[in-house]
């Protein structure tokens, strides 16, 4: 009989329970939520502890308040940075490290029998993972657009010079034949002029 009670009273303090999972990241602050409505009752008693939720108050108690007095706690890293009068009583964890990863377990004692408000929650800790291949991608993808802004710009100049190029080799060749046709006109005459030159010299001595 006694044991039926147990298991009737172990399934009558699992309502209004529920259970999530919070990741974290080493050195950063991390805040496991837990609210409830004050417009019913008012401001209420409340406690965060680690582990499973007993069948009355926290086990391992690390946070608590009793009848809206100034919250208690075990530590400077555990605080409560919401607004408690409002129903927040969220834990916030400082500079949380791998040893803070683990259940904690957030009870408001609502009036009633087993009406207390249970927040079970499974927090994973993490190393976070800076952004830097992305940073490294964006300088690649900056540089890359930059050569290719430069070689837009620089196209009509490579352009021009070709043109130039062109010019000088056409012109060059132009010079070419004209000297060729010079040579072949005026050498000729230059050729015949000379013996004629000598032979008129040498009668001219023989006289």
């Not at 555990?78 to 400082?94: K, N, P």
């Not at 992305?134 to 993808?141: G, T």
């Not at 657009?145 to 009509?156: G, H, Q, R, V």
Request: some cysteine.
């Amino acid at each position: 009989m006694r044991g039926l009670c147990y298991f009737y009273l172990s399934i009558l303090t699992q309502v209004s329970s529920s259970t999530r999972s919070v990741t974290g990241f080493f050195g950063h602050n991390v805040t496991l939520p837990c609210r409830y409505d004050t417009s019913s009752h008012g401001v209420l008693s409340f406690c965060w502890g680690l582990g499973v939720l007993p069948t009355f108050k926290c086990s391992d108690t690390i946070v608590s308040s009793q009848d809206g007095a100034v919250p208690s706690s075990v530590s400077p890293r555990y605080q409560l940075l919401g607004r408690a009068a409002d129903g927040d009583v969220s834990l916030t964890i400082l500079d949380a490290q791998q040893s803070d990863a683990g259940l904690y377990s957030c009870r408001v004692e609502v009036p009633g029998w087993f009406n207390d408000q249970k927040v079970k929650i499974h927090l994973v800790m993490e190393e976070e993972i800076l952004p830097t291949s992305v940073a490294e991608n964006e300088e690649v993808v900056a540089d890359t657009s930059l050569d290719k802004i430069a070689e837009e710009n620089f196209k009509p100049f490579l352009g021009m010079g070709n043109i130039s190029r062109a010019t000088a080799i056409f012109l060059f060749a132009i010079i070419i034949m004209l000297l060729l046709v010079f040579r072949r006109r005026f050498l000729p005459k230059r050729t015949l002029e000379r013996p004629q030159t000598s032979t008129a010299e040498n009668i001219y001595e023989a006289l």
